[in-house]
């Protein structure tokens, strides 16, 4: 028994694992030794790779800070509409509260991509185009449905008789929200926050069409351009590099927010 | 009478929870609100304390017309039955929250904490949370709370549910103390009756959203104007027997006596209780409970009687009393 | 009062959704493209027309449909078993859980590149280990060019869709697990159930929300696959991985053809619509059939 799972195990780790190893390992490899993989040779270790992404023109750790840019502030723009959004969908009569949430659910699992196009043209006509803090308004609109129903399901889970003795205790309505209610959902928070950040780090169509300058091209596109610069002949090393280095940022991520993820994943399955 | 509901109703739907409810509490008095789950007991708390607006009639409290009155306005001391301690602040900072609110200075909520703490003995877990405390600490934090708000009403809703039965008995003689300690009306709500009785001057029992009967202890044992109260009032429960022309007798178990000729039975079930035991008997009218002394012997016949003074009559109709035993 | 606080978020929502729909509803029924120098022009419903005798849309909807079946149902399945294994109790079973996440957690395009590496033809590790066992000489070729060859590439999407979002439908589905009670197994073990049979008996009727919750959400997502096929493959060859997001994108920044691409993406999404009612409708059917059949 224990001999097969340990085995599943391993297949399941080598599954998850070895595309991303792979991509390690052809980061540290010479172009050259990249062409017979596994033939042996002289020069297969190198750095070039690294040293090539991290001083190209803008180097590659901008990408990095322009995701990051964008991933914290789409983050709390979507807290800052969901709180209250949330905190109200529990008040609400009941039968409206319910169709509110089937049409978040609709809207959380609508293909946004089928968007991008009128999106673009909202940008344009507005001049948000190549504007990092406009591209947090479409990520806030598009992670706000999930974040919403997260959110409400955590505040349904308080019992309502810890906000009517704040109630009686004299607190107004924005005290109760942050002396008590906020505080209280603070885990369901800190599950959507890092669900609303991944989903915003991870973009890529929209910011592939609102973004041109090459400045502020967050992590994805960037990427991606690597991949369009030539059809046949990629720098496989080069992106490679760039690969582990923009993983290793996500990779901490998961690390640390583990079970923040995994709740806020299975809040939403369950409640949703 | 410093707390009065005249005509109070409330509707979910279309279903009154409460209604046509009328009650007054005097200063230093303390009513319990007892039924059984769902009878509107909880509701009526609601009402008063503003969490839920009344559909009809008028709450006052201190000759003062509160019945939209915010609950904060109404001053209102609650002790709930979760407790609904906020679980992320210390004792000290759950028992400040209301005072920082309420604009009290520094050095006064430091004072009157301070104080609280000291009167319910908690000044040792001042720096704890309430999952850290046990049952009969939180419910001294929530007492304190309610304290602290120097109220003009107090209001408990269950306060001792989540307490295990030693530890309520042991608790309920501080609890009255404390909550009668200012003089001011006290509604307490449970769903038992030995709790009530312990507690309360006088009781309403409440039954589908009415009020059945209020009365002190004595008159609900001795003079139930309804069957419901005289099911609900006493343990082991009331013997109901249905009698000739739409009559239903009613006597208490400890009023049936063994003799020699009677109504003949036959016993299906012993309980021993200690100083007395209660036998479940089968009689040609129905089941019967019956309370006797704990060194009574079982005779081969067993036959019963009850002196007729001993009888509750009521109405098999209405339920409603048509005659008071003449004791 | 309370209600206001919705307004915001409903707002912004109405806003980014509400009206990009309105504007492709009202721009599919107008000529908008380089012929028209960008000037909407009412064409009454040309584009529609076109997009009926389309080959090529009708290509895509096929493609889009097999890859989002194919990649749907192979995700659930070994979601299954991911799910089974980590609900376990072992030692490390924490790691493990973020390891299996982490293919979930990195942008789609960092590793639709990683593919192309891995796929790649003579390079690739998986062309070298066909050619170190021959697997070529089976279909008579030179090397398998997984990349270039129709009936091969589609496969290699699915394995890049499957591969990073399985840890997605695994997670709900271990949370359903997790609210089954194991006192219910204890029962059936006590009754002298199989092992095997607890799970047909137990567990799979019991995960069925959850199975149809990650269903819908992943066939959505899966139609509108995008990222993946636009980096890994670019639609080719020759179209044969073509997504109809992708070609609505096509259509709109390469064709420069704004009025097409609306009546793409409309389409797209009233299919979308159907076969999630068409899916519901089954679902509902078979459950009713079964309850039929007891």
């Not at chain 2, 178990?253 to 299906?268: F, Y």
């Not at chain 3, 149902?73 to 299954?80: K, M």
Request: glycine share 6%.
């Amino acid at each position: 028994m224990i001999r097969t799972r340990n085995l599943w195990i391993t297949v399941l780790l080598l599954w998850s694992l070895a595309p991303l190893l792979w991509q390690l390992y052809t980061s540290f490899c010479s172009n050259e030794s990249l062409i017979h993989t596994f033939a042996t040779h002289q020069h297969r270790w190198t750095l070039e790779n690294y040293r090539q992404v991290l001083t190209a023109n803008p180097p590659f750790w901008r990408y990095l800070l322009n995701s990051a840019f964008v991933g914290i502030s789409s983050t709390g723009l979507t807290l800052l509409l969901a709180i209250p959004a949330a905190y109200s969908l529990v008040k609400v009569p009941r039968n409206f509260a319910r169709g509110a949430r089937l049409f978040l659910l609709g809207a959380a699992l609508f293909p946004y991509v089928l968007l991008f196009l009128a999106l673009l043209e909202i940008a344009r006509s507005l001049n948000l185009g190549n504007n990092l803090l406009a591209l947090s308004f479409p990520y806030a609109a598009l992670s706000m449905p999930l974040a919403v129903l997260l959110l409400s399901s955590a505040f349904r889970d308080l019992p309502s008789e810890i906000e009517e003795a704040a109630r009686l205790e004299g607190l107004g309505l924005w005290q109760r929200l942050r002396w008590v209610l906020i505080p209280l959902i603070g885990p369901a928070t800190a599950s959507t926050a890092i669900l609303v950040f991944l989903f915003s780090w991870n973009e890529y169509p929209i910011a592939l069409t609102w973004i041109s300058t090459t400045d502020l091209l967050t992590l994805p596109v960037a990427i991606a351009r690597i991949a369009g610069s030539s059809v046949y002949s990629i720098p496989y090393g080069a992106y490679a590099a760039a690969t582990v280095l923009g993983s290793l940022p996500l990779l901490l991520l998961v690390i640390i927010f583990q079970r923040q993820i995994v709740s806020g994943l299975t809040q939403g399955a369950i409640k949703g | 009478m410093s707390l009065i509901l005249e005509n109070i109703g409330r509707r979910v739907g279309r279903n009154w929870i409460v209604r046509h409810l009328q009650l007054e509490v005097a200063e230093g008095e303390c009513l319990a609100l007892l039924g059984p789950s769902g009878c509107g007991k909880s509701s009526t708390l609601r009402l008063i304390a503003g969490l839920d607006q009344a559909d009809e009639g008028t709450i006052f409290i201190k000759g003062k017309d509160v019945t939209t009155v915010s609950p904060v306005d109404r001053r209102i001391g609650m002790v709930f039955q979760s407790y609904a301690l906020f679980p992320h602040l210390t004792v000290a900072e759950n028992l400040a929250l209301g005072l920082r609110v309420r604009k009290f200075s520094a050095t006064d909520q430091q004072k009157r904490v301070a104080s609280i703490l000291n009167l319910m003995q908690l000044e040792d877990h001042a720096r704890q949370r309430p999952a850290q405390l046990s049952g009969g600490q939180r419910q001294r934090v929530a007492l304190a709370r309610a304290l602290l708000r120097d109220p003009l009403v107090y209001l408990l809703d269950e306060p001792m549910s989540n307490l295990d039965a030693q530890l309520r008995e042991d608790l309920r003689p501080e609890l009255r103390r404390l909550i009668l300690k200012d003089g001011q009306p006290v509604v307490y709500v449970t769903h038992d009756q030995h709790e009530a009785m312990a507690m309360a001057h006088r009781i309403g029992v409440m039954r589908d959203g009415q009020l059945e009967q209020v009365g002190s202890p004595q008159e609900l044992y001795h003079q139930p104007t309804s069957t419901f109260v005289a099911s609900f009032i006493g343990r082991p429960q009331i013997n109901l027997l249905p009698a000739e022309s739409g009559i239903i007798k009613a006597i208490r178990p400890e009023d049936l006596k063994l003799s020699s000729q009677g109504l003949p039975c036959r016993l299906i079930h012993r309980e021993w209780l200690g100083t007395s035991q209660l036998w479940l008997l089968e009689s040609p009218r129905g089941q019967l409970r019956m309370l006797t002394a704990g060194d009574t012997s079982i005779p081969a016949n067993i036959q019963l009687e009850w002196s007729t003074k001993k009888e509750h009559l009521f109405d098999a109709n209405s339920g409603l009393r048509s005659k008071y035993p003449t004791s | 009062m309370i209600q206001l606080l919705l307004l915001p978020a409903a707002l912004l929502i109405a806003l980014i959704f509400g009206i990009p729909l309105l504007r492709y509803l009202w721009l599919s029924f107008h000529a908008d493209s380089v012929i028209t120098s960008l000037v909407a022009i009412p064409n009454n419903g040309a584009n529609w027309f076109r997009l009926f005798n389309d080959q090529r849309f009708w290509q895509d909807t096929y493609q889009t449909a097999r890859f989002a079946f194919v990649s749907v149902s192979l995700e659930i399945f070994l979601a299954l078993g991911i799910a089974l294994l980590l609900d376990q109790r072992w030692r490390g079973r924490g790691v493990v859980r973020a390891i299996t996440l982490l293919p979930w957690a990195l942008p789609t395009t960092v590793m639709a590149l990683g593919w192309r590496w891995i796929f790649n033809t003579p390079n690739g590790p998986i062309e070298q280990f066909a050619k170190l066992i021959g697997l070529q000489h089976l279909y008579g070729l030179q090397d398998l060019n997984i990349l270039a060859n129709p009936s091969l590439t589609w496969l290699a999407t699915v394995v890049g869709d499957v591969w990073k979002t399985t840890p997605f439908v695994a997670l709900i589905l271990l949370a359903g697990l997790q609210t089954i009670p194991n006192d219910l197994y204890e029962a059936f073990d006590l009754e002298g159930g199989k092992p095997c049979a607890g799970l047909f008996k137990i567990t799979l009727p019991l995960l069925q929300p959850y199975l149809l919750l990650g269903l819908l959400f992943r066939l959505a997502q899966a139609f509108g696959v995008f990222d993946l096929i636009q980096v890994m493959t670019g639609g080719g060859p020759a179209s044969s991985t073509e997504s109809l997001a992708l070609y609505a994108y096509l259509n709109a920044m390469r064709f420069l053809d704004f009025g097409y691409s609306a009546t793409v993406m409309i389409a797209s999404f009233l299919l979308l619509v159907f076969i999630c009612l068409f899916g519901w409708l089954v679902i509902h059917q078979t459950k009713h059939f079964r309850e039929v059949v007891k």
